[in-house]
């Protein structure tokens, strides 16, 4: 069975630092693409990294350029998302998904809160 599981959100004041981890199962994750996507509360979903598999190429949104990094620990199958320097509009639920163009194979997302 195809799974994603994402884990490592939190409550973290501005400036703070978190990695989320999304570990896969049923499936190897270096053959696809993988993305990390994320939802505000009265927003749409929006793509903000992706993992290229062809070539390990990085991909970011320029919201989020310079304070997130994703890589891949293809041991664990797991793609992590590190992110620092946290903004209060940062607040989401994170998910990944297989694949960044047609994201699909959802998991059920971890929760970022930016407070002070």
């Known amino acids: 069975q195809v799974q994603l599981v994402e884990s490592g959100g939190g409550l973290v004041q501005p400036g703070g630092s978190l990695r989320l981890s999304c570990a896969a199962s049923?499936?190897?994750?270096?053959?696809?693409?993988i993305g990390w996507f994320r939802q505000a509360p009265g927003k749409e979903r929006e793509g903000v990294s992706c993992?290229?598999?062809?070539?390990?190429?990085?991909y970011y949104a320029d919201s989020v350029k310079g304070r997130f990094t994703i890589s891949r620990d293809s041991a664990k199958n797991t793609v992590y998302l590190q992110i620092n320097s946290l903004k209060p509009e940062d607040t989401a639920v994170y998910y990944c998904?297989?694949?960044?163009?047609?994201?699909?194979?959802w998991g059920q997302g971890t929760q970022v809160t930016v407070s002070s």
């Open positions: 993992f290229s598999s062809s070539d390990g190429t990085p």
């Open positions: 998904a297989i694949d960044c163009a047609s994201p699909r194979g």
């Open positions: 049923g499936f190897s994750l270096v053959y696809y693409d």
